[in-house]
């Protein structure tokens, strides 16, 4: 059984490119959250997703988007990238049941964003 | 806002000593977790506390969990070098959407 797999590993973008993360969920988890970890910090949370919706979100700008797909995979799509969004973005998975998360999180290994 | 608040920040301790990491949040929460994580690498989920007077075990860790002062303990036991990592707690939101995090404590045992 696979766990959360995230690709890419790692990625070097120049300021202002767009970039695209993805993330497959642990097999028969259904939501998706997404959190960027700067050097020396802990995890911020950016969104989950749920039901191919947006359920929450947080105190990201709007170039942070994201999207579920059917088969409950997620992408995160950063637009017009600058220095401060390097970091570590890590997918987390989790089984939400009548609505509400599970309290099992697990992370992926992440995918280490370096923006020169 | 839900914060949270761990100390130390940093620790440096001997092979076979005890010590203990604090996590203090500022509301109320359902959900306290606590993950490793070596440099470089992903989080690896240690514990998860649902309850007041939650204690769990792992080899040389013991968290346990205090919801009337908001606190929960990590607490190692004859540590040995294996256990350096960077050890982090977290809360999860009122609507369990989103876990808050505590800055991380930094972890080194010398042989």
């Known amino acids: 059984d696979a766990g959360v797999t995230q690709s890419p590993t790692h990625l070097i973008k120049t300021r202002g490119q767009q970039v695209t993360l993805r993330c497959s969920p642990k097999?028969?988890?259904?939501?998706v959250s997404w959190y960027q970890q700067a050097l020396g910090q802990g995890p911020q949370f950016i969104f989950q997703y749920y039901e191919e919706e947006e359920r929450q979100r947080g105190n990201f700008p709007d170039r942070f988007s994201g999207h579920q797909f059917p088969n409950y995979s997620s992408e995160l799509n950063v637009n017009a990238l600058l220095l401060g969004d390097s970091a570590l973005y890590l997918c987390?998975?989790?089984?939400?049941?009548?609505?509400?998360?599970?309290?099992?999180?697990?992370f992926g290994p992440g995918t280490r964003l370096t923006v020169t | 806002e839900l914060k949270v608040e761990q100390n130390p920040l940093f620790l440096s301790m001997q092979e076979g000593k005890n010590y203990t990491i604090y996590c203090n949040y500022s509301t109320t929460s359902d959900r306290l977790y606590w993950y490793r994580q070596d440099p470089g690498k992903s989080l690896e989920s240690l514990f998860v506390?649902?309850?007041n007077g939650a204690v769990k075990q792992e080899g040389r860790l013991m968290a346990s969990l205090d919801t009337k002062a908001r606190l929960s303990t990590l607490h190692i036991t004859a540590a040995v070098h294996d256990l350096s990592a960077t050890y982090f707690c977290a809360v999860s939101s009122d609507s369990n959407y989103q876990l808050i995090w505590g800055a991380g404590t930094k972890l080194i045992i010398k042989p």
């Open positions: 506390l649902l309850s």
């Open positions: 097999s028969g988890h259904d939501t």
């Open positions: 987390a998975s989790s089984l939400s049941v009548g609505g509400s998360v599970g309290y099992e999180q697990y």
